[in-house]
């Protein structure tokens, strides 16, 4: 590691403190904003004013927001995510299993949709103006077109209930192989796939034309360096910067953005778990999502920007 | 399978089926399906198919499992607070109620031996011996009096506060006898009690996480918004359950709960929109759909108070204009019941079967408009989404209104905020009405002079003293015959059209079988988890 690298850190770590408190008094303020509260959402059409006023009182939810908001700030710094209104269960609880979910399908979809966008865009930029490169260009943009739900939908028709290939649900399912664990995880990869890979491939196509189109790359070709030659060791590491911003972009999605794939395949992640959060008004379980959402952005571009700096010769 | 029909769905076999039962001779038959626009070359294979009956006995063993609509992490295990189908489904698989209701809706006994009164006011329940909760304790008469008072202290948040109310007095008078005193006399008790919220818990309860009721299954795993898993109870009072464990979830995406279905992940995908019933349907014999109507309505209201429902001939003429049998058809796309316009349904066991659905005369409906005077104005309609299906029923009214020269203006207006700036406000608008037990219910809320939600301020002092009457009397066959009286009000008097009640389909594979329709709700009053089998 060298001194520019371990500033930066130092500097990211600070930074992200800050954020993280503006972020969590933002969502405070945005959470005051909805009408009703926890307790008339739960009594719903039995809220009578005094039923209310009871609840109120049972769950603590008379006493102001903002003391409400403080005392789970100075808990979390203890480490004490707090309980949530909702259902009285410690957020730490509520979270742990889900986010694990989140992070397994996050990862397993990384693990696919990396290697091949960033395949398809390098390839599609040396092949630049050719039939594949025009059939790729089709795809991606044809891909980023269709929604997220239309693709879920289609391929749990296709493959659950024409094929009987793979299951609808992907939680329902008892895993005890190492081809269940395929079985169950195909379809939302597939599809999450589908959705990231796109912005990537595009990303990196244009990152690395336009290297392809600098003095020093045309001075390596006139040297007479072989194609990859050129490519990878010349062009690549100065476009790997805006690359890799794009790939932690898309991950950053993964970690908070797949509610549509986690409805349509009943997969319980994090981000079906703060919709619920915000339905409810739980104002500490939202603030928790929101930092953990928060904290994996910046995670993830600080990652992004660590790589950028290693790579680039200039930088380094 | 149907190969020369095209608009044939199960629902008409269950029509079809409920005739020949009724006794309806083949020309009656052929005619409702020509009314249908079935060919008479078909109808062999229809009646064919309608008349095939199931005998089937239960068998044991198997995992069930099924998808409601809606869950999240305010899933609850409190009977008390359970506010979606979810909540009561699970209900009903851990707890057991004091009485329920048989698919007629006359209440049985469930945990209570015998519910008694000799006025109405004094109610003594007997409970059942040798019934354990799962932890192994014995159920006493304190379990039922803490379940039971608890519904009152504000601070448990129960949905049902209001109805518990009336309820004064608890007294364990001996280990299997509690006395509930109300407030006034109510001869329907037995029916409250069988609502969910009234499941009963072990006496000190606070952590309901654990699900300690006397039910069929035994809570495993419980994870709100995400599932629960309920393993059968051996010590189990009643015979049954037939299955070995069950696990419930929500997938709340129409689609994908259909198409879990149909890959075979579960066995019940609940409350299924009409358009996937025909993907079901294509699917063959491997699927079945099973309809409940259990009273949800959508129903056009106009003010008795207000131009123009103050003239008693406009809402005649709007009584004629209303074409029930096609709000049924296209609103409804099938799944309902012509209603006719009194809040009692067809489940219901005071639903007055002879009071006759007005039938649908746009001539008879001018000529009330012409004596009114409304003819040539232009009238406005309210219509929102927030009361389901009331704009596919204003456009149905506002058509047949057309062709007679009647000009009503449906005026659309946004889902949010709609019960509190238009509904019970605006002089002519739609409201749509959850299922409640009881006729009294039903009309204290509703039809009153004093009602909450009276929403065409009905009032008839003669309507009033006979619900009072009538709650107050033991003898079934009076009550019967003053709630009759009071639906034939209610349709003849009120500013009220309910055109049609409601159904709600669910979809299930052909393995799973003996789950029947009952006035609760949809997937057997959400207690199916008890009763249904799983075959090999």
């Known amino acids: 590691m060298n001194s520019q690298v371990l500033s930066l850190v130092l500097s990211r770590l600070f930074v992200a403190l800050i954020t993280l408190v503006i972020v969590s008094f933002a969502v405070f303020f945005a959470t005051t904003l ?68 989140t992070l397994k399908l996050a990862g397993v979809t990384a693990l696919f949709s990396v290697p091949i966008a960033l395949t398809l865009g390098i390839t599609a930029a ?81 990152a690395v034309i336009e290297t392809l189109n600098t003095p020093y790359v045309e001075m390596a070709l006139l040297k007479g360096a072989s194609r990859p030659r050129i490519v990878f060791r010349h062009a690549l590491p100065n476009a790997l910067g805006p690359i890799v911003n794009a790939v932690a972009l898309s991950l950053s999605y993964l970690l908070g953005g797949v509610i549509i794939v986690e409805t349509i395949f009943n997969y319980p992640g994090i981000a079906k778990l703060m919709l619920d959060a915000v339905a409810t008004r739980d104002l500490p379980l939202i603030q928790s999502c929101a930092m953990i959402f928060c904290l994996g952005y910046l995670l993830l571009i600080t990652i992004a920007d660590i790589i950028a700096i290693l790579s680039n010769p200039r930088l380094r | 399978m149907n190969d020369k029909i095209t608009n044939w769905t199960r629902s008409d076999d269950a029509m079809v089926e409920t005739a020949i039962r009724r006794g309806a001779t083949r020309r009656e038959l052929l005619h409702m399906m020509l009314a249908g626009g079935v ?260 129903n056009l209201n106009m003010r008795l108070d207000m131009e123009p429902g103050n003239k008693r001939d406009f809402i005649e003429g709007m009584k004629y204009l209303v074409n029930r049998e096609q709000i049924v058809k296209s609103a409804l796309r099938g799944l309902g019941e012509v209603g006719n316009d009194q809040p009692v349904s067809p489940a219901n066991f005071y639903h007055d079967a002879n009071l006759k659905a007005r039938a649908f005369d746009p001539e008879k409906a001018k000529f009330h408009f012409d004596k009114a005077g409304v ?94 009457e009538a709650r107050g009397s033991l003898d079934q066959e009076k009550r019967k015959a003053i709630y009759n009286e009071m639906q034939g009000m209610i349709a003849q008097e009120a500013g009220t059209i309910i055109p049609a009640y409601i159904s709600n389909v669910d979809a299930t594979t052909a393995k799973l079988k003996g789950l029947e329709a009952n006035p609760l709700g949809g997937q057997m009053g959400y207690a199916f988890a008890e009763y249904v089998w799983l075959e090999a």
């Open chain 1, 34 to 101: 909805l009408p009703g509260d926890t307790a008339t959402i739960l009594l719903g059409q039995a809220a009578t004013p005094e039923a209310v006023e009871g609840l109120r009182k049972a769950m603590h939810l008379d006493e102001p927001a903002l003391f409400r908001f403080l005392r789970w700030l100075v808990g979390l710094l203890q480490g004490d995510l707090g309980t949530s209104y909702a259902n009285e269960m410690p957020i730490a609880a509520l979270i742990a299993g889900r986010f694990v979910n």
């Open chain 1, 126 to 206: 040396m092949l630049r103006g050719t039939l594949y490169d025009r059939i790729v260009t089709v795809i991606t943009i044809g891909v980023i077109s269709v929604p997220e739900f239309m693709v879920a939908t289609s391929a749990a028709l296709i493959f659950a209930v024409y094929l009987k290939w793979l299951p609808a649900l992907s939680f329902a399912n008892e895993v005890h192989s190492m081809t269940d664990l395929l079985r169950v995880y195909a379809m939302p990869v597939i599809t999450l796939t589908f959705v990231v890979s796109a912005q990537m491939i595009r990303m990196t196509r244009a």
């Open chain 2, 39 to 298: 060919a008479i070359s078909a109808g062999g294979l229809v009646l064919g198919r309608a008349g095939k009956a199931l005998a089937a006995t239960p068998v044991s063993g198997g995992t069930l499992k099924a998808a409601g609509w809606s869950s999240s992490t305010a899933d609850t295990l409190d009977p008390a607070k359970a506010s979606l189908s979810t909540d009561y489904v699970r209900c009903c698989s851990f707890y057991n109620r004091l009485t329920f209701l048989d698919k007629s809706g006359t209440p049985q006994m469930e945990l209570a031996e015998a519910i008694e009164s000799k006025d109405a006011k004094t109610w003594t329940v007997k409970l059942k011996n040798g019934v354990t909760f799962h932890d192994g304790k014995p159920l006493t008469a304190d379990d039922v009096v803490f379940s039971l008072k608890r519904h009152l202290d504000p601070s448990v948040g129960s949905k049902v506060a209001k109805i518990a109310a009336q309820m004064t007095g608890f007294k364990a008078v001996d280990k299997q006898t509690v006395e509930i005193t109300l407030a006034s006399p109510n001869a329907d008790l037995p029916t409250i009690l069988s609502m969910h919220h009234f499941m009963i818990v072990s006496d000190g309860t606070t952590d309901f996480t654990k699900a300690n009721g006397t039910g069929a299954f035994v809570k495993e795993v419980f994870e709100p918004g995400v599932r629960s898993v309920g393993i059968k109870n051996k010590n189990y009072w009643k015979s049954g359950p037939n299955v070995d464990s069950f696990e419930y979830f929500a997938i709340s995406d129409d689609n994908a709960r259909v198409n879990a279905l149909l890959a075979g992940d579960i066995h019940l995908a609940a409350a299924i929109n009409p358009r996937s019933m025909r993907l079901v349907e294509a699917q063959g014999d491997g699927f079945t759909l099973s309809k409940t109507t259990s009273g949800n309505y959508t």
């Open chain 2, 375 to 468: 003819l040539g104005q232009s009238i406005p309609i309210i219509a929102s989404d927030a009361a389901s299906s009331s704009i596919d029923m204003a456009m149905i009214i506002q058509a047949a209104g057309a062709e007679i020269g009647m000009k009503l203006d449906v005026q659309r207006v946004p889902s949010d905020g709609y019960w509190d700036n238009y509904w019970l406000k605006a002089p002519i608008h739609f409201g749509n009405i959850n299922p409640r037990p009881t006729p009294d219910i039903l009309f204290s809320l509703l039809y009153t002079s004093d009602a909450p939600w009276n929403e065409s301020q009905y009032k008839s002092e003669k309507f009033d003293k006979m619900l009072i």
